[in-house]
């Protein structure tokens, strides 16, 4: 952190760790306190398109107006709907003393985690779990999200792995006074309208202009910047328009790739030429090829402390931070990303399909389907089989899942199956699960017609992304991902859903909005080098250090009230004994799966956090 601020005032205390990003930070001082209002902020932001904000506002334009400054002046101006006028990434808390209530709020997408625990006589509100659980109860575990995870079962986006820690939903804010806590939701993609009739151009001119605006927004920071850079089309749209602007400041784009050893590398998997050919065009590109350490490792990824509790057992980690720890010791403070352009910039590819089935619309269905016949090289009648076989997969997982749940026992076999033991399973209410699962807002991640835009969204409206705040190398990094930019996202779900596979090419948006910016080498091609090796290689790469780490766990550690090791090291030692052609089965998956919780539910500083 750059600076570490502590504030008491009447019936409130903060206490805040600040890492400046944004030109909005430079000079912020927090937690804030302005007495004229009685009101205190502390702030974990990052406001984009300031300049809107401060026209919206009326205020001052030639003042340098900090993020918490600009926060405070909303909540006056709006009350609690004002995060709906504010743009980029945040969560922050503000106790206003005249009013004698506590407002807080998240991003639409999520990008800023905020949790909460109500307590006997106040609240207690935090950006990780650490902070706020209660003390004396930091080594619980909340054991219906356990269940949930290991069942694989949705989450309601509030819940937490620590009992009576609940998080604050992207696109919600929260209002607690002594009349209790209120928690409402001002943002969401089913209120979206759709776009009005336009060409391929100007949808395309549409993506562009909201494309170049979120990257530059985010050039905007005084701090080195830096990125992933892949040879996909993501990180090259986003490289193509951030160098030369940085270029022209006299700025270097520092970039990483991941390259693989010997035995993972292949033609499809190198992407080392991609990349030259980038920094070649781009001026001011400054690329580095980097290989992960070995052996490549897995973890799960849905454990919501991950990020803060290393896990030394493991060598190599997560590639990811690997790649940002690189960037970190380059002096990069802001790394560019990417991620999501799989979830906006595609969509599922065969979904346009079925929404406009549902919704009876056959004109608009069979030039659909056309177009993917010339764009895939695909017959109707195949693209109707597949149809029928995801709406019988998911209607066949749905049914089964609710069928365990509503029984205890049935439920209580599949938790053994996923090597958990009757210790707790015993313990677990069917009913709990129930509402777990089916839960109106969990229930929509099943498929259901209201839901549609909705599941297009990234993985972090379901799942916290844990990696967004990562402090490897010199200094810790912020990322920052122009394709989450909410003007763009709007956009983007608001548009027709066949203009992502037109002219003849998927993702089209994004393919045509870079023409003309983006080489036709990376804009055009079909098929990107594999930036993993596939999943059989991870595990039989990831099986020795995880059967390491889990043998030098004592017996009474707490990962052994939960999980049954002898079943668990079994199943990843039968790893070992298969031939390395033959597909590894589902179960050694599993088995590895559960291996990074029972790493988690026993490491020690979970405990000291």
């Given at each position: 952190?750059?600076?570490?601020?502590?504030?008491?005032?009447?019936?409130?205390?903060?206490h805040?760790?600040t890492?400046?990003?944004?030109?909005?930070?430079?000079?912020?001082?927090?937690?804030?306190?302005d007495?004229?209002h009685?009101?205190?902020?502390?702030?974990d932001?990052?406001?984009?398109y300031?300049?809107?904000?401060?026209?919206?506002?009326?205020?001052?334009?030639?003042?340098?107006?900090?993020?918490s400054?600009?926060?405070l002046?909303?909540?006056?101006?709006?009350?609690?709907?004002?995060?709906?006028?504010?743009?980029?990434?945040?969560?922050f808390v503000?106790?206003?003393?005249?009013?004698r209530?506590?407002?807080?709020?998240?991003?639409?997408?999520?990008?800023?985690p905020?949790?909460?625990?109500?307590?006997?006589?106040g609240?207690?509100?935090?950006?990780?779990?650490?902070?706020?659980?209660?003390?004396?109860?930091?080594?619980?575990?909340?054991?219906?999200?356990?269940?949930?995870?290991?069942?694989?079962?949705?989450?309601?986006?509030?819940e937490?792995?620590s009992?009576?820690?609940?998080?604050?939903?992207?696109?919600?804010w929260?209002?607690?006074?002594a009349?209790?806590?209120?928690?409402e939701?001002?943002?969401?993609?089913?209120a979206?309208?759709?776009?009005?009739?336009?060409?391929?151009?100007?949808?395309?001119?549409?993506?562009?202009?909201?494309?170049?605006?979120?990257?530059?927004?985010r050039?905007?920071?005084?701090?080195?910047?830096?990125?992933?850079l892949?040879?996909?089309?993501?990180?090259?749209a986003?490289?193509?328009?951030?160098?030369?602007?940085?270029?022209?400041?006299g700025?270097?784009?520092?970039?990483?790739?991941?390259?693989?050893?010997?035995?993972?590398d292949?033609?499809?998997?190198?992407?080392?030429?991609?990349?030259?050919?980038?920094?070649?065009?781009?001026?001011?590109?400054?690329?580095?090829?980097?290989?992960p350490?070995?052996?490549?490792?897995?973890?799960?990824d849905?454990?919501?402390?991950?990020?803060?509790?290393?896990?030394?057992?493991?060598?190599g980690?997560?590639?990811?931070?690997r790649?940002?720890?690189?960037?970190?010791?380059?002096?990069?403070?802001?790394?560019?990303?990417?991620?999501?352009?799989?979830?906006?910039?595609s969509?599922?590819?065969?979904?346009p399909?079925?929404d406009?089935?549902?919704?009876g619309?056959?004109?608009?269905?069979?030039q659909?389907?056309?177009?993917?016949?010339?764009?895939?090289?695909?017959?109707?009648?195949?693209?109707?089989?597949r149809w029928?076989?995801?709406?019988?997969?998911?209607?066949a997982?749905?049914?089964?899942?609710?069928?365990?749940?509503?029984?205890r026992?049935?439920?209580?076999?599949?938790?053994?199956?996923?090597?958990?033991?009757?210790?707790?399973?015993?313990?677990i209410?069917?009913?709990d699960?129930?509402?777990?699962?089916?839960?109106e807002?969990?229930?929509?991640?099943?498929?259901?017609?209201?839901?549609?835009?909705a599941?297009?969204?990234?993985?972090?409206?379901?799942?916290p992304?844990?990696?967004?705040?990562?402090?490897?190398?010199?200094q810790?990094?912020?990322?920052?991902?122009?394709?989450?930019?909410?003007?763009?996202?709007?956009?983007?779900?608001?548009?027709?859903?066949?203009q992502?596979?037109?002219?003849?090419?998927?993702?089209?948006?994004?393919?045509?909005a870079?023409?003309?910016?983006?080489?036709?080498?990376?804009?055009?091609?079909?098929?990107?080098?594999?930036?993993?090796?596939?999943?059989?290689?991870?595990?039989?790469?990831?099986?020795?250090?995880?059967?390491?780490?889990?043998?030098?766990?004592p017996?009474?550690?707490?990962?052994?009230d939960y999980?049954d090791?002898?079943?668990?090291?079994?199943?990843?030692?039968?790893?070992g004994?298969q031939?390395?052609?033959?597909?590894?089965?589902?179960?050694?998956?599993?088995?590895?799966?559960?291996?990074?919780?029972?790493?988690?539910?026993?490491?020690?500083?979970?405990?000291?956090?």
């Open positions: 952190a750059d600076e570490a601020r502590s504030l008491v005032r009447s019936h409130a205390a903060f805040q760790r890492f400046r990003v944004g030109p909005g930070s430079v000079g912020d001082t927090l937690p804030r306190h007495d004229a009685g009101l205190t902020i502390a702030a932001a990052w406001l984009l300031r300049d809107d904000l401060v026209r919206r506002l009326a205020l001052d334009r030639a003042r340098a107006w900090t993020d400054e600009l926060i002046q909303a909540y006056r101006r709006w009350g609690t709907d004002c995060p709906r006028h504010l743009e980029g990434t945040f969560a503000i106790w206003d003393e005249r009013a209530r506590v407002v807080a709020a998240r991003d639409a997408m999520g990008l800023r905020l949790l909460y625990r109500p307590t006997a006589d609240l207690v509100l935090g950006s990780t779990v650490p902070a706020v659980v209660e003390p004396g109860r930091e080594h619980e575990v909340n054991e219906r999200y356990l269940a949930s995870q290991l069942l694989r079962v949705p989450l309601p986006m509030d937490t792995s009992p009576g820690v609940r998080r604050l939903p992207p696109g919600h929260l209002s607690a006074s009349d209790g806590v209120v928690v939701r001002y943002w969401s993609p089913e979206l309208s759709p776009l009005a009739p336009a060409g391929d151009e100007a949808y395309a001119e549409g993506v562009r202009d909201r494309l170049r605006d979120a990257v530059q927004q050039c905007l920071t005084p701090y080195g910047v830096g990125a992933t892949s040879g996909g089309i993501d990180s090259g986003i490289a193509a328009i951030a160098a030369p602007h940085l270029h022209e400041q700025r270097p784009y520092k970039t990483v790739t991941s390259l693989f050893s010997a035995d993972y292949g033609p499809s998997r190198d992407e080392r030429a991609v990349v030259e050919s980038l920094g070649a065009r781009f001026p001011g590109l400054d690329p580095e090829f980097v290989r350490g070995e052996p490549f490792q897995y973890v799960p849905q454990i919501d402390e991950l990020a803060l509790v290393p896990i030394p057992q493991i060598p980690g997560r590639l990811h931070q790649l940002l720890g690189s960037l970190g010791r380059r002096d990069v403070r802001v790394a560019f990303s990417g991620w999501s352009g799989d979830y906006l910039a969509r599922n590819t065969l979904q399909l079925f406009l089935a549902r919704h619309r056959v004109i608009r269905l069979a659909t389907v056309r177009a993917h016949q010339r764009t895939r090289g695909v017959t109707a009648r195949s693209l109707v089989r029928m076989a995801w709406e019988t997969a998911r209607l997982h749905t049914a089964p899942l609710a069928r365990s749940i509503t029984s026992r049935a439920l209580r076999e599949q938790l053994r199956t996923t090597f958990g033991t009757s210790s707790w399973i015993d313990r209410r069917a009913e699960l129930w509402g777990v699962a089916f839960r807002d969990a229930a929509a991640r099943f498929g259901s017609v209201g839901a549609q835009a599941s297009q969204l990234p993985a972090s409206m379901a799942y992304r844990p990696d967004a705040f990562i402090g490897l190398g010199r810790p990094l912020q990322e920052a991902l122009p394709l989450c930019d909410l003007r763009l996202v709007e956009y983007l779900l608001r548009m027709p859903a066949d992502f596979i037109a002219g003849g090419h998927l993702r089209s948006p994004l393919r045509r870079v023409a003309g910016i983006l080489p036709d080498r990376v804009r055009l091609q079909q098929r990107k080098g594999r930036v993993i090796p596939d999943r059989d290689q991870v595990l039989r790469r990831a099986v020795p250090g995880v059967l390491s780490a889990l043998d030098a766990l017996a009474s550690a707490p990962a052994w999980l090791r002898a079943q668990l090291l079994d199943a990843l030692r039968a790893v004994t031939e390395a052609a033959s597909s590894i089965p589902l179960r050694s998956w599993q088995a590895l799966h559960c291996s990074g919780f029972a790493l988690w539910l026993s490491h020690p500083d979970r405990r000291a956090l």
